[in-house]
């Protein structure tokens, strides 16, 4: 007799279920396809792929437009509209929503000239979209460039198949046999699933000229991270949007769903996050940097719970996250520690003796928004009223 295991509660995975069966874009014939894609393209032509974050704030959608030369910057890519009521953004009454391009590289699937553009999105009348968190941090990046802050961000993610189980897991709700400490960096069919899909995203990344920096297999089985950074300012927010979509995209030729979802599959298994590592000149610099660092502490824990509303897509998934198991600290309580997985904060081993390093912020969900929480970081520790 077969055993069926329950599968966790879990609405996104059962809700993206119906929906995910039918993504056959893995399966049409590429052959077939190769034949059109050999056409020879107009040569005084290029195709420009608009990306923008939907209404949910963490979806991502796209549309296409010919452009008569390839931009080399985003001031030399014409501002474009969508319609915005079928985006979650705006009413049908007043749907004309506005993209402004914020940065351009090269599209790594049709490749140069293409390009891929990234968009602020903008409402008819000219109020940032709800989800465009974009100006905050900017704002934020640009009063305190003197102290050139710089991020790495980690990003955590899981592929899922197009039924929405677990991609490599078992069908019909079974469990990967594996113990979850042999995943994480882990190597041979029976540790990992889905390397082909991240190895083809960092080529993909790389290629578009990302500030990629890695990859690693994560503790759950189809769980994967790529890290972004360390780069100045507003760019690792910028880049990590930009290789969210790539990453969408990657998954759609390999029928693999990929979701940030910070609690996949239930309280039993791992989380996904982001963590945030930071650094201001300030913190870099020996003697006092130490002492810099552990000032902007204080402050992060006085507003901790300011910033943890604002540190996932859903507050309720990232509560589902940080159990206080799985190497996380609790939602409600602050805590920092050197070389500590089960801090909110944790700093590196040797930062006392150097008298300098960065923080590594470890409450940021998987689906959180980088603008959101880098122009938090900087708001909490350096002031939004400048110096
Ligand atoms: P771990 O998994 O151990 O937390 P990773 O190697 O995945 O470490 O990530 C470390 C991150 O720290 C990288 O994204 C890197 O860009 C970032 N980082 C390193 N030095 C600094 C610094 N001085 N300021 C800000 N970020 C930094
Ligand atoms: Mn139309
Ligand atoms: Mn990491
Ligand atoms: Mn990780
Ligand atoms: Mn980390």
Redesign the pocket.
């Known amino acids: 007799k077969a055993i069926i295991l329950k599968r966790p509660h879990n609405v996104l995975v059962s809700r993206k279920r119906h929906l995910l069966s039918c993504n056959i874009n893995h399966i049409t014939n590429k052959k077939v396809m190769d034949r059109y894609m050999r056409l020879p393209f107009p040569c005084n032509k290029i195709l420009a792929t608009y990306v923008w974050i939907d209404g949910s704030g963490i979806n991502l959608r796209c549309k296409d437009r010919i452009l008569n030369c390839m931009p080399y910057s985003p001031e030399g890519v014409p501002e474009w509209a969508f319609d915005g009521s079928s985006t979650g953004q705006a009413t049908t009454g007043s749907s004309d929503t506005k993209l402004f391009p914020i940065s351009v590289c090269r599209d790594p699937f049709r490749m140069e000239p293409h390009v891929l553009v990234f968009n602020e999105v903008y409402m008819g009348d000219g109020k940032p979209a709800k989800t465009n968190n974009r100006k905050f941090c900017n704002d934020l990046c640009l009063m305190h460039k003197d102290q050139e802050p710089?991020?790495?961000?980690?990003q955590e993610y899981t592929m899922l198949d197009v039924d929405g189980w677990g991609f490599g897991w078992p069908k019909g709700g079974g469990f990967p046999a594996v113990k979850y400490e042999y995943s994480y960096c882990g190597v041979g069919a029976k540790y990992i699933a889905g390397r082909d899909v991240s190895e083809s995203h960092a080529r993909c990344c790389l290629y578009s000229g990302l500030d990629f920096?890695?990859t690693?297999a994560e503790v759950m089985h189809a769980c994967w991270?790529f890290?972004?950074?360390?780069t100045i300012g507003i760019k690792a927010a910028d880049d990590m949007w930009m290789a969210r979509f790539i990453l969408a995209r990657v998954g759609e030729d390999y029928g693999a769903d990929i979701t940030y979802h910070p609690k996949p599959m239930g309280m039993l298994h791992p989380g996904c996050g982001m963590?945030h590592?930071?650094?201001v000149k300030k913190m870099?610099t020996a003697p006092g940097g130490y002492g810099f660092i552990e000032e902007c502490i204080k402050k992060l824990e006085k507003n901790h719970m300011k910033h943890m509303v604002n540190y996932g897509n859903d507050e309720k998934t990232n509560r589902m996250r940080l159990s206080g198991k799985f190497e996380t600290a609790p939602f409600d309580k602050f805590s920092w520690g050197i070389a500590s997985r089960k801090a909110s904060i944790?700093l590196q081993r040797r930062i006392k003796e150097n008298d300098k390093?960065?923080m590594?912020d470890r409450r940021p969900a998987a689906d959180c928004d980088p603008y959101l929480v880098c122009g938090l970081i900087l708001e909490t520790c350096l002031g939004s009223a400048g110096g």
């Open positions: 710089w991020f790495g961000l980690e920096e890695g690693n991270e890290q972004i950074g360390t963590h590592n930071f650094s870099r944790r390093g960065f590594e």
